[in-house]
């Protein structure tokens, strides 16, 4: 049975930054691109970024762009968000996802497996 697990949400002030991480179980890590969503209340859940099987090449959205950071481990079988800059708009809870695919990773649609999520809030 797959797990993602993630940990490191919280409450940070804007302009701060925080790290969240996603541990990785019952799955063949390195065969899955790994990325993170969010859900702000009243929203659709939307992509934030994602990362290769083998961290060599990474997508990122437009809002975050410059301001957060994908990256894994494959033999700890970890992938995590470092995000620096927070804004309010950014408060939502964060959502670690792996897929078969990067395409399949940009998409809620597609994603294969879903954490259970971490909430982040930016106080402004």
């Known amino acids: 049975q797959v797990h993602l697990v993630e940990s490191g949400g919280g409450l940070v002030q804007a302009g701060g930054s925080l790290r969240l991480s996603c541990a990785a179980s019952g799955l063949t890590f390195n065969s899955y691109a790994m990325a993170w969503f969010r859900q702000a209340p009243g929203k659709e859940r939307e992509f934030v970024t994602a990362i290769t099987f083998s961290g060599g090449s990474t997508r990122v959205a437009e809002p975050v762009k410059g301001r957060f950071i994908i990256s894994r481990d494959n033999a700890k079988n970890t992938v995590a968000l470092q995000m620096n800059s927070l804004k309010s708009e950014d408060t939502a809870v964060y959502y670690c996802?792996?897929?078969?695919?990067?395409?399949?990773?940009?998409?809620?649609?597609?994603?294969?497996?879903w954490g259970q999520g971490t909430q982040v809030t930016v106080s402004s």
């Open positions: 996802a792996a897929a078969t695919s990067i395409v399949k990773a940009l998409s809620s649609r597609t994603v294969d497996y």
